[in-house]
């Protein structure tokens, strides 16, 4: 089942794609272990683009049917309804000069499922903008995206806005995207984790959670 979805979504099979998530559904594989699928299958669609086997529309296309995935009501219906019990507050963002939105949705999606309430301001976000919402509304967490080298001066822009208002030790950061190195890229703006990965970074959100209760 694992490797049918992932070579669907690797295809950009859209219509084969949903009715073999149904299938998976249907058999009692978990919203998480579907999710991963999908984004292995992206990954992959994002080496084509690389090597230029793809066009930035098939990315785009890519990202269409996970998110008709993720609407499928037969995927509804097994995940979780964030309420009052949700494990916590996760902004999430592509900063200013960033117009991707494929990781930073799969990383959302994959929050939700976790059990998170997660608010997208979307992409191409102004630093200011993101520092002006976390202010109102005080995430637990705030997930920065971006694909280019120069988005991180954005991300740290973030990073001072939330210090001078003094409330950056209040709030959890954790970074993403193509240019992050694992582990080591946040310690240079001040952020708390960066990873690639979207499962490790649902995982080190849900811990900083545990660890805050």
Same mark, same amino acid.
């Given at each position: 089942?694992?490797?049918?979805?992932?070579?669907?979504?690797?295809?950009?099979?859209?219509?084969?794609?949903?009715?073999?998530? *149904?299938?998976?559904?249907?058999?009692?594989?978990?919203?998480?272990?579907?999710?991963?699928?999908?984004?292995?299958?992206?990954?992959?669609?994002?080496?084509?683009?690389?090597?230029?086997?793809?066009?930035?529309?098939? /990315?785009?296309?890519?990202?269409?049917?996970?998110?008709?995935?993720?609407?499928?009501?037969?995927?509804? #219906?097994?995940?979780?309804?964030?309420?009052?019990?949700? *494990?916590?507050?996760?902004?999430?963002?592509?900063?200013?000069?960033?117009?991707?939105?494929?990781?930073? +949705?799969?990383?959302?999606?994959? #929050?939700?499922?976790?059990?998170?309430?997660?608010?997208? /301001? !979307?992409?191409?976000?102004?630093?200011?903008?993101?520092? +002006? *919402?976390?202010? #109102?509304?005080?995430?637990?967490?705030?997930?920065?995206?971006?694909?280019?080298?120069?988005?991180?001066?954005?991300?740290?822009?973030?990073?001072?806005? /939330?210090?001078?208002? !003094?409330?950056?030790?209040?709030?959890?950061?954790?970074? !993403?995207?193509?240019?992050?190195?694992?582990? *080591?890229?946040?310690?240079?703006? !001040?952020?708390?984790? #960066?990873?690639?990965?979207?499962?490790?970074?649902?995982?080190?959100?849900?811990?900083?959670?545990?660890?805050?209760?």
């Amino acid at each position: 089942m694992k490797e049918s979805i992932v070579r669907s979504v690797e295809g950009l099979y859209e219509q084969r794609t949903l009715e073999l998530v *149904k299938i998976a559904i249907h058999k009692g594989f978990t919203p998480l272990q579907i999710l991963d699928w999908l984004r292995i299958g992206m990954e992959r669609v994002g080496v084509h683009y690389e090597k230029s086997d793809y066009f930035i529309a098939d /990315l785009i296309f890519a990202g269409i049917i996970f998110q008709e995935v993720i609407a499928l009501d037969e995927f509804q #219906a097994i995940s979780p309804v964030v309420s009052q019990q949700s *494990k916590g507050k996760l902004l999430i963002a592509s900063v200013y000069g960033d117009c991707h939105e494929i990781g930073k +949705n799969i990383f959302g999606s994959f #929050a939700k499922t976790a059990g998170f309430d997660v608010i997208d /301001l !979307g992409i191409d976000v102004p630093a200011q903008d993101i520092v +002006n *919402k976390a202010a #109102a509304i005080m995430p637990d967490v705030i997930g920065l995206s971006g694909m280019q080298q120069e988005t991180i001066e954005e991300m740290k822009k973030v990073v001072d806005g /939330l210090t001078a208002l !003094g409330i950056r030790d209040k709030i959890r950061i954790i970074i !993403g995207g193509a240019f992050i190195e694992d582990g *080591k890229t946040h310690l240079a703006i !001040g952020a708390d984790y #960066a990873t690639q990965d979207v499962t490790k970074a649902v995982e080190i959100c849900t811990q900083w959670i545990q660890e805050k209760q």
